[in-house]
């Protein structure tokens, strides 16, 4: 009996996306169908390299399509291709990234660009095109985290060439300041300097802009929304109450400036003892999960409380570098993964995250 590419797809529609809740054909993943007698072949283009059922899919279609009458063998490709923000405000000053991510928070202490740069190479370790832009200003840490040791190069145009660490591209501040040097600006200053770390940079073509904001709900979260279309916001808070009521400040920030916010992320979750691998939940469990619930939004995940984050971090090889098979290495991989999942759906839906949601 001949196979045919009508009896191939319809194989494969049984194959259904988990977070998009459609077959992989009616979502258009299925693509190069070739057959040869009895050789088939195909590719499935995922919507991010990160996608956690990659390897599923895969042995999924090989087991389906090789059940078809006359198949006798079954070539699968594996491929991504992330989607780009759907927003109708043209994208000027960065035209060649696909999704721009801030990662907020209501206030400082929290952990965040820690968070941003293991998010970041999380995703570049998955296969995407990641850059990393430390947007604050008075007090950043990213080049540190990174251990980024070279500066960016300044072309005679003033077009700035990022440093590539962990392939990730990286601009900061702090790769313009002396040691020990303070930055002392008032807003117009500060709107300046976002707009050239977003207009004069050359990131190139990007699957996601990781943007480390300051905390709060100031000049630099104002001017990020106003200037780019933002795919949505990624808020990190601890679980003490505290934390919690100031992190919904900058969520409300982002829903009145009508950019969407994909998830929280509770950072320093709790504590396990080495000697005694006793948990100690340092600053309460769970707050952030309750508040996602409460508000109607995406759990990314949790982050716990480890020494080997912070000495990674202080070494300048952030965890996913230095340990990437560690429990807590795997807590920001688990998060990234939830993350591109949740701009998957966004971006092929077409609406904001507040009519779409996932729980993880």
């Not at 952990?111 to 990393?132: D, F, H």
């Not at 982002?254 to 998830?263: A, E, I, M, N, S």
Request: proline share 6%; with cysteine.
């Amino acid at each position: 009996m001949a196979v045919t590419e009508i009896a191939v797809l319809d194989a494969l529609r049984k194959i259904e996306d988990p977070d998009l809740h459609q077959d992989i054909v009616t979502l258009g993943f299925v693509k190069n169908i070739s057959i040869d007698g009895g050789r088939v072949s195909f590719t499935i283009e995922m919507t991010t390299p990160a996608c956690p059922v990659r390897e599923k899919f895969k042995s999924d279609a090989q087991s389906i399509v090789s059940r078809i009458p006359g198949v006798a063998s079954v070539d699968v490709t594996m491929t991504a291709a992330v989607r780009p923000n759907r927003s109708e405000i043209k994208n000027q000053l960065i035209p060649g990234v696909l999704n721009v991510i801030p990662v907020a928070s209501g206030k400082g202490g929290v952990g965040k660009s820690t968070v941003s740069a293991n998010l970041a190479i999380a995703l570049a370790r998955m296969g995407a095109r990641v850059g990393l832009m430390d947007a604050d200003i008075y007090g950043p840490s990213i080049p540190m985290i990174m251990g980024v040791l070279q500066g960016p190069e300044i072309l005679e145009e003033r077009r700035i060439i990022p440093p590539v660490q962990y392939g990730v591209k990286v601009i900061s501040m702090g790769f313009f300041l002396q040691e020990n040097e303070a930055v002392i600006w008032r807003g117009p200053m500060l709107i300046q300097m976002i707009t050239q770390f977003l207009g004069d940079v050359e990131w190139g073509e990007l699957d996601y802009l990781v943007v480390d904001l300051p905390p709060g709900t100031g000049d630099v979260q104002l001017t990020l929304c106003q200037k780019i279309p933002l795919t949505g916001a990624v808020i990190v808070s601890t679980p003490q109450d505290v934390a919690l009521k100031i992190a919904q400040k900058a969520i409300v920030l982002f829903q009145k400036l009508k950019c969407p916010v994909l998830g929280l992320v509770e950072n320093m979750s709790h504590f396990v003892c080495r000697h005694c691998n006793e948990r100690d939940d340092v600053f309460g469990n769970g707050g952030a999960r309750r508040a996602a619930v409460d508000l109607d939004l995406p759990f990314l995940g949790e982050i716990p409380l480890a020494t080997e984050i912070r000495t990674a971090s202080d070494a300048g090889c952030p965890l996913l570098i230095a340990d990437p098979s560690s429990p807590s290495a795997k807590s920001f991989q688990h998060v990234a993964e939830n993350l591109a999942a949740q701009v998957s759906i966004l971006n092929m839906s077409g609406v904001s995250s507040g009519d779409v949601k996932i729980t993880f």
